[in-house]
């Protein structure tokens, strides 16, 4: 029996990856223009890491961690997210002391979840995410936020809901925390086990439980926003002012919680409103965390961040209709007729790709029928025949597919002759 990939993982074949490096390659243009540097961390890290940033009694921590023993018995785990390995990195590279702050980076890699996989759910998925840290000015809450409007603008999608909500300061959480556990309590008993935890250790994760969404308890809750100090309304009141400066709409949604523990004021998710998406219609999560740094053995440096996945972006885009601009095209796929022709096509087809243009050739000492079908299947823009003839007087037959017509030029002018013409198009 052959071996199968694993379940909630996918290879992506070309024709996709194509798709993706699409994608990469905007969000990666949208934030040189917004100022955002690439950092790379491991793709696992101490077991540790995650328990004391993403939080105890996450579903994360709790049931969808990859976690393993390496040989020296160290508990390591493959990150499910990107956020706490960036600030364990501006930590133990002490960021903190760069004279301009906020620090800015962008990330991008798989990420690890052990999830029940569906449409948009994947147990490996590719995740690209930003992080500013070293500023608490909400103003680079709606830098941010801009940000990722602007990757999903840029690659053409317009049916989105940015969802923001506020989940306070440290004051404010605890006096909700207080309203959601009496809220609660007296009828607990009717809720899930994990809920009953959560009571406990941390309420508010209550109203992001998927199996009790529908209990009657879960719309009465209380509103994180009846609970904001003075402090937290008006940093809110900023965000939302910057985002109506900035002609940037959104849904305030009060229930929006966020699975991560280290959250705190600004909480924000994109959401797919494109027909026929699917279930899971988040495109994007993100929020505030000013606590984290110092969690993590730094300084008190507020921070901000959001991931979306490319999985579901492709999915966004798909459902929306939108027209990939991908161009797949090979420039010029080399016919050599005959065994001295087929020599001289190795030094040809590397001619062309050292100018610049992509060039392939036949390897399967096909007939010439089968050749000129494969440069068709392959979509070259130019086909070059060297057949004895042309061989003979040193020269080359040139199809240009698009056009119809074909020259002759010399063997030596192959590689130029295709590049003008290419760049006359
Ligand atoms: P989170 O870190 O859970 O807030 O997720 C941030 C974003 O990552 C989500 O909005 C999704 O776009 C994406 N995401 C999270 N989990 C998965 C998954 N299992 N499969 C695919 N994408 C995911």
Known sequence: MSVKIPRGTQDILPGQSEKWQYIESIAKEVCRRYHYKEIRTP???????????????????????????????????????????????FVENKMFGIPDQPVKLFYTGPMFRYERPQSGRYRQFVQFGVEAIGSEDPAIDAEVIALVMDIYKSAGLKKLNLVINSLGDAESRNAHRAALIAHFEPRIGE????????????????????????????????????????????????????????????????????????????????????EGFGAITTLCGGGRYNGLVQDLGGPDSPGIGFAFSIERFIAAMEAEGIKWPLDNGLDCYIVALGEEAKDRSVALVHQLRTAGLSADRDYQDRKMKAQLKASDRQNARFTAILGEDELAENRITVKDMAAGSQENVPLNELAQYVKTKMEAN
């Open 43 to 89: 793709i696992f890290e101490h077991t540790e890491l995650f328990k004391r940033s993403v939080g105890d009694t996450t579903d994360i921590v709790q049931k969808e961690m990859y976690t393993f023993e390496d040989r020296g018995e160290r508990s390591l785990t493959l990150r499910p997210e990107g956020t706490a390995a960036v600030v364990r990195s």
């Open 191 to 274: 809720f899930c086990a994990d809920c009953q935890t959560r009571l406990a250790q941390n309420p508010l994760r209550i109203l992001d439980c998927k199996k009790d969404r529908d209990h009657e308890l879960m719309g009465t809750a209380p509103s994180i926003l009846d609970y904001l100090n003075e402090e937290s309304k008006t940093y809110f009141s900023k965000v939302t002012g910057y985002l109506d400066g900035l002609g940037i709409s959104y849904t305030i949604d009060p229930k929006l919680v966020r699975g991560l523990d280290y959250y705190n004021h600004t909480a924000f998710e994109v959401m797919s409103e494109a």
